[in-house]
T-cell receptor, first 114, second 115 residues
Framework: AQSVTQLGSHVSVSEGALVLLRCNYSSSVPPYLFWYVQYPNQGLQLLLKYTTGATLVKGINGFEAEFKKSETSFHLTKPSAHMSDAAEYFCAVSPSGGYQKVTFGTGTKLQVIP | SQTIHQWPATLVQPVGSPLSLECTVEGTSNPNLYWYRQAAGRGLQLLFYSVGIGQISSEVPQNLSASRPQDRQFILSSKKLLLSDSGFYLC??????????????FGSGTQLSVL
């Protein structure tokens, strides 16, 4: 079984401030972890993913996330928020090793204040 | 990369009416296909997934069903819609293969309102 918990359904930051969106997961096998972004009335787009190897993963638009096995976390960060970062962000987990189910968290809406 | 075609974009249906949402995929073969429903505060709920033609797995008991008549076609259906079926429905596709960690490609979604 697998699950994802995103702390904070809404996060507000000032433009230029640090963005931190939290994600914790549970998985009975080593996980693959993802962050997706959704703009209003659109599908989701992949920001970044962790499969194996380096635990700090860099994605598009200046975002990065660090896989911490001991904390079962995969938090998303960006050093300086832009207005264009305002969107909803979803963390997702998929078990490695062949099983194809992808489970999403409940999402975090990011508001960027000018 | 893959392209997911999903239609219609918006749909308003009365309670008790049937439903058919279609999704087709370009740019890959033998993908894994998914139907998600997005409701406010609940994130993306996986409804169905399919690893091949005619192979459907249901994640939650509900008023909906899914079919995969062709490799790159995935259909979400209902015989009689309920008010609780309202939501934003997303079709997604992922390249198959064991443990590949490939990303999901999403369609643009269908906003379904059941009145």
């Amino acid at each position: 079984a697998q699950s994802v918990t995103q702390l904070g359904s809404h996060v507000s930051v000032s433009e230029g401030a640090l963005v931190l969106l939290r994600c914790n997961y549970s998985s009975s096998v080593p996980p693959y972890l993802f962050w997706y972004v959704q703009y209003p009335n659109q599908g989701l787009q992949l920001l970044l993913k962790y499969t194996t190897g380096a635990t700090l993963v860099k994605g598009i638009n200046g975002f990065e996330a660090e896989f911490k096995k001991s904390e079962t976390s995969f938090h998303l960060t960006k050093p300086s928020a832009h207005m264009s970062d305002a969107a909803e962000y979803f963390c997702a987990v998929s078990p490695s090793g062949g099983y194809q189910k992808v489970t999403f968290g409940t999402g975090t809406k990011l508001q960027v204040i000018p | 990369s893959q392209t997911i075609h999903q239609w219609p974009a918006t749909l308003v249906q009365p309670v008790g009416s049937p439903l058919s949402l279609e999704c087709t995929v370009e740019g890959t073969s033998n993908p894994n296909l998914y139907w998600y429903r997005q409701a406010a505060g609940r994130g993306l709920q996986l409804l169905f997934y399919s690893v091949g033609i005619g192979q459907i797995s249901s994640e939650v008991p509900q008023n909906l069903s899914a079919s995969r008549p062709q490799d790159r076609q995935f259909i979400l259906s209902s015989k009689k819609l309920l008010l609780s079926d309202s939501g934003f429905y997303l079709c997604a596709s992922k390249d198959g293969g064991a443990g590949t960690g490939e990303k999901l490609f999403f369609g643009s979604g269908t906003q379904l309102s059941v009145l």
